[in-house]
């Protein structure tokens, strides 16, 4: 049994429950439009519980920190997931815990349509080939305006309007009358693991984007070192992909914001264990790779115990 009353965090008064046998689930809301039926405003209770869990696993809040931020075991935070047995104020803790607003969840769980995700690698392929029209995706994708693309960039307005069409036919975005744009991906949407977009990018990260100083306002590098255990580089590939879902979510707040107001951003995230190459072939080959992070910061290896060597192989 699901069952929950009272006001959200906005101030909407609702209800909705869940019938034990046969786990359907009302909402009724106080600000419903003048109108609106009883069927109207029913979802099923799965849907709100497989919304919580979706955007936990988006923000890689795992059911061990849940059960921190509620003070709770993290095997009654199982167990409450699989009952589906919640208060409105215990949702409302755990969307706390999480970052998640209230009113977003019930958003996730009465949305009737999912948005597109991600892309073939094939439709990848065609953007990538075309660069107009990877421009006016990116564009289009981020809340522009069709007079504010061809404004902006030299863009004729028939070869905009043919590449925005090519992205409706793809249902990237609905394009309406008078050249409205409706961009239809899911707030999850990503691009392809090393697909075709993901290379365009990456073979640019290095002769562009890093070429910077990054010392103007709103620019930030920074490159750190260390010698991690398994259990910390696990979690801070957590924590790096809750920024890139905080990046997310601030991107799509300030959509509604009018263009003169925002401004194209990019945010590089990456770890992984590393030897400069010029250092790997100075190593002999019976000793075990040195973390960057012990030659390039010597801070590091001081009141550590030296990482014991191999034995020699006898020549």
């Not at 009302?26 to 109207?40: D, H, L, Q, V």
């Not at 949407?189 to 306002?217: H, M, N």
């Not at 951003?265 to 030897?275: F, G, K, N, T």
């Given at each position: 049994?699901?069952?929950?009353?009272?006001?959200?965090?906005?101030?909407?008064?609702?209800?909705?429950?869940?019938?034990?046998?046969?786990?359907?689930?009302?909402?009724?809301?106080?600000?419903?439009p003048?109108?609106?039926?009883?069927?109207?405003v029913?979802?099923?209770?799965?849907?709100?519980?497989?919304?919580?869990?979706?955007?936990?696993?988006?923000?890689?809040?795992?059911?061990?920190?849940?059960?921190?931020?509620?003070?709770?075991?993290?095997?009654?935070?199982?167990?409450?997931?699989?009952?589906?047995?919640?208060?409105?104020?215990?949702?409302?803790?755990?969307?706390?815990?999480?970052?998640?607003?209230?009113?977003?969840?019930?958003?996730?769980?009465?949305?009737?349509?999912?948005?597109?995700?991600?892309?073939?690698?094939?439709?990848?392929?065609?953007?990538?080939?075309?660069?107009?029209?990877?421009?006016?995706?990116?564009?289009?994708?981020?809340?522009?305006?069709?007079?504010?693309?061809?404004?902006?960039?030299?863009?004729?307005e028939?070869?905009?309007?043919?590449?925005?069409?090519?992205?409706?036919?793809?249902?990237?975005?609905?394009?309406?009358?008078?050249?409205?744009?409706r961009?239809?991906?899911?707030?999850?949407?990503?691009?392809?693991?090393?697909?075709p977009?993901?290379?365009?990018?990456?073979?640019?990260?290095?002769?562009?984007?890093?070429?910077?100083?990054?010392?103007?306002?709103?620019?930030?590098?920074?490159?750190?070192?260390g010698?991690?255990?398994?259990?910390?580089?696990?979690?801070?590939?957590?924590?790096?992909?809750?920024?890139?879902?905080?990046?997310?979510?601030?991107?799509?707040?300030?959509?509604?914001?009018?263009?003169?107001?925002?401004?194209?951003?990019?945010?590089?995230?990456?770890?992984?264990?590393?030897?400069?190459?010029?250092?790997?072939?100075?190593?002999?080959?019976?000793?075990?790779?040195?973390?960057?992070?012990?030659?390039?910061?010597?801070?590091?290896?001081?009141?550590?115990?030296?990482?014991?060597?191999?034995?020699?192989?006898?020549?």
């Amino acid at each position: 049994m699901l069952f929950a009353s009272g006001k959200g965090l906005r101030g909407e008064a609702f209800v909705f429950a869940a019938d034990e046998l046969g786990g359907d689930a009302w909402f009724n809301s106080a600000i419903a439009p003048p109108g609106t039926g009883p069927g109207e405003v029913a979802m099923h209770a799965l849907a709100l519980v497989d919304a919580l869990k979706r955007m936990l696993k988006g923000r890689a809040v795992t059911y061990a920190m849940v059960a921190v931020g509620l003070g709770l075991s993290e095997a009654s935070v199982k167990r409450m997931f699989s009952r589906r047995d919640f208060t409105l104020q215990r949702l409302e803790d755990i969307c706390s815990v999480a970052g998640i607003d209230f009113s977003e969840l019930m958003r996730e769980a009465t949305s009737e349509d999912a948005g597109m995700t991600h892309l073939t690698a094939e439709q990848e392929r065609e953007i990538v080939s075309d660069p107009t029209l990877m421009l006016i995706a990116l564009c289009a994708v981020g809340n522009w305006t069709f007079q504010q693309i061809v404004e902006t960039y030299d863009i004729p307005e028939a070869e905009c309007i043919r590449c925005l069409t090519r992205l409706d036919r793809q249902r990237i975005i609905e394009l309406g009358p008078g050249n409205r744009i409706r961009s239809l991906i899911d707030r999850t949407f990503a691009w392809l693991p090393g697909g075709p977009i993901q290379r365009y990018f990456r073979a640019r990260v290095e002769s562009e984007f890093l070429s910077s100083k990054f010392d103007r306002p709103g620019e930030l590098f920074l490159y750190v070192n260390g010698m991690l255990s398994r259990h910390s580089t696990s979690e801070v590939t957590a924590r790096m992909r809750r920024v890139a879902n905080e990046f997310a979510d601030l991107h799509a707040a300030d959509r509604a914001l009018p263009l003169s107001e925002r401004h194209g951003a990019s945010m590089l995230l990456a770890i992984r264990p590393w030897e400069p190459r010029a250092f790997r072939a100075l190593r002999r080959k019976d000793r075990d790779p040195v973390p960057a992070g012990r030659l390039l910061n010597p801070m590091l290896g001081r009141d550590l115990p030296s990482a014991p060597l191999r034995p020699r192989k006898p020549k």
